[in-house]
């Protein structure tokens, strides 16, 4: 680079090089990488709480008279006759709902890897704000610890189901539960303020701190998901901090927005709920998908088909996801004329979304597939989240949801989506950055391992669910056995059950490798995958700062194909790209 452009650089993005302590290095630090894997390793722990919350249920509706083993010491006053209660197993569903939304996926799959990724794929030192990323991790934590705390006070931990709906969330007395609800609207809205804060950041960073060279349309379409989902979240949230507010008063202050005796009405609670809360499975849909398109070009050693067309038909997705949340509500008592026009809105985008699952499946196409495990993962994405899409499709259609809402239809429906995104997608991130993150690389067998096992299992385990919600099982019961006419299913719910426990034995493998290869895998050179974004041209792992030097940028990552065995390939003609050195010498 010019000494021209470096002064310029240098004047633009002053960057001070002392040498921190523990505490600001590892804790509270303001490096975009440190801030990542804060927001990764909560994830993953409370991802682990939010697995064993889905075996105790899953126990419970296969064994209801069998105490939860490992579980014997729930508390008193949730259990009944030696098994688990309702209320307990309606708190379990809850908090699972919750935290594996709010507590593993987004911050996993938007602030983990949008962290992480973001300026290095952009090519910048760090992120816009250093000091309001801090702070959005330290929210999060916070959240993270008002969340934990609720499980333990007094009338027990919220119970109301992840969608909090009033009456019941509405008034203690109509659950029992005081605090617990409190809390958990509390956790929420701090979850919300932190997301807000690392939604501007990701913005502010992708727009303004790109490298020389690297235009919008040469941006990974990792930073565009990123990018788009940050709109969807910051243009829903409001509505339901609103709404979130109105529910508080009305249990600590008597209001009575959301009680018909008081002329309230809790469908406006459901409006606000779900006006937020289509966008929001957006928000967390959108960098899984990103995830799986980097990694789909890359082992396919060919472009990304269609690159400008994903973009607009997402931000066309995007658009549409605010029109269309009353398909949650076709038998909540909305006037029935509403059905039509919210049917028809919710199967118009699948539209677009089919049109990105074409254009992934047209990047395969030809292409010299090399099936890695990071490849791995993302089709198992890829061809989960299909499944989950075309279920989504009947649940559209407000004839047929009259029947199977409610029903473990729905539940299948989207674990299939939900499971696909979060879980694969984001192992098939991990798999593929954790070189980058760490400097080591994961072991590739272990990782094939663990992905067949977590394939055959979640598929053996959510499947037949649809099954059962067709055949009558409605969601949130606490005991099947309770009902005649669902004892002829119980032998699925148990079959379900063995492969959930098989499912969650499946990730020990995963943790295996993650710890062995922290410690003792084989170094990562800068560019294992030989891929072609932005990161991948940075030291594994990138120092504070990242770059040597300010990558300047030539090409998009997707304006070529990539040479599978060029050994001394670096991202997109940067700077440092010897190729790039020879074509200008
Ligand atoms: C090991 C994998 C998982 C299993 C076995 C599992 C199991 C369950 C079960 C048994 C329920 C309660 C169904 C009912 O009684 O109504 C449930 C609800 C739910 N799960 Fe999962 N789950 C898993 C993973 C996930 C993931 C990864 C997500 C999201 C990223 C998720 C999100 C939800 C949500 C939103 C609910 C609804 C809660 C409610 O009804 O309020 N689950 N899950
Ligand atoms: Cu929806």
């Known amino acids: 680079m010019s000494d021209a452009v470096q002064a310029k650089v240098a004047e633009v993005v002053p960057h001070v090089h002392e040498e921190p302590s523990f505490w600001r290095r590892y804790v509270f630090s303001t490096d975009h990488k440190v801030i ?14 939010g697995g064993l919350m889905a075996y105790m249920m899953r126990w419970q509706l296969a064994w209801p008279e069998t105490p939860v083993p490992l579980f014997r010491w729930v508390p008193e006053p949730f259990m009944y006759d030696g098994a688990m209660g309702p209320e307990f197993y309606n708190a379990l569903v809850t908090l699972h709902g919750t935290i594996m939304v709010f507590f593993v996926a987004m911050p996993v799959l938007l602030a983990a890897f949008g962290n992480f990724l973001i300026p290095l794929m952009v090519g910048a030192q760090d992120m816009a704000f250093p000091r309001l990323n801090m702070l959005s991790v330290w929210v999060f934590a916070l959240a993270s610890l008002v969340l934990f705390v609720s499980f333990f006070v007094p009338g027990g931990a919220a119970s109301a189901g992840w969608t909090g709906y009033p009456p019941l969330s509405a008034r203690v007395e109509y659950t029992g539960v005081g605090w617990g609800l409190n809390l958990w609207l509390l956790a929420l809205a ?21 490298a020389p060279g690297l235009s919008m349309f040469r941006l990974p379409l990792f930073v565009w998901m990123q990018m788009i989902a940050a709109v969807l979240f910051m243009l829903s949230v409001g509505p339901l ?12 202050l008597g209001t009575t927005f959301y009680l018909p005796a008081g002329g309230g009405d809790p469908l406006l609670w459901q409006h606000l709920f779900w006006f937020f809360g289509h966008p929001e499975v957006y928000v967390i849909l959108l960098p899984g998908l990103g995830i799986v398109l980097e990694i789909i070009a890359v082992f396919s050693r060919k472009p990304v088909f269609a690159y400008r067309g994903i973009i607009y038909a997402t931000i066309i997705a995007g658009i549409l996801s605010f029109i269309v949340w009353a398909h949650h509500q076709f038998i909540s008592g909305i006037d029935p ?5 919210f049917s028809v809105t919710t199967i118009l985008i699948s539209v677009p979304f089919a049109f990105v699952i074409f254009a992934m499946i047209a990047t395969l196409w030809k292409g010299s597939i090399h099936l890695t495990t990071p490849m791995l993962f993302a089709l198992g994405t ?15 259609s407000a004839p047929v949801d009259i029947y199977i809402h409610d029903t473990y239809f729905v539940v299948a429906h989207f674990h299939y989506t939900l499971f696909s995104i979060t879980v694969l997608g984001g192992f098939a991130g991990l798999y593929y950055w954790f070189p980058k993150m760490f400097g080591r690389l994961l072991h590739e067998t272990l990782g094939k391992v663990h992905f067949w096992l977590t394939i055959v299992f979640f598929n053996s385990a959510f499947i037949p669910m649809h099954f059962v919600g067709v055949g009558g099982m409605m969601r949130r019961i606490a005991n099947p056995l309770q009902y005649e006419f669902l004892q002829p299913l119980q032998p699925l719910n148990v079959w379900i059950t063995v492969s959930v426990i098989l499912l969650l034995l499946s990730q020990i493998p995963f ?24 990161e991948w041209s940075a030291p594994s792992p990138p120092p504070h700062g990242n770059f040597e030097t300010v990558p300047v940028v030539y090409r998009g990552p997707y304006e070529y194909s990539l040479p599978g065995s060029v ?19």
């Open 337 to 341: 004329r509403l059905a039509m026009p």
């Open 511 to 534: 943790v295996v490798n993650f710890v062995w290869s922290l410690v003792a895998g084989v170094q990562a050179e800068r560019n294992p995958w030989r891929a072609n974004t932005l």
């Open 241 to 252: 901090i609103a709404g979130a507010i109105m529910l508080l008063m009305d249990r600590l």
């Open 567 to 585: 050994q001394d390939w670096l991202p997109q003609d940067c700077e440092a790209s010897p190729r790039a050195a020879a074509a200008r010498a």
């Open 190 to 210: 701090l979850e919300f303020a932190s997301f807000l804060m690392g939604g501007i950041n990701f913005l502010t960073t992708a727009i303004n701190l790109r």
């Open 36 to 49: 990542a894997k804060q927001y990764l390793t909560l994830g993953l722990l409370w991802a682990l709480a």
């Open 382 to 396: 890829l061809a989960n989240f299909i499944l989950g899409g075309v279920t989504g499709i009947f649940n559209g």
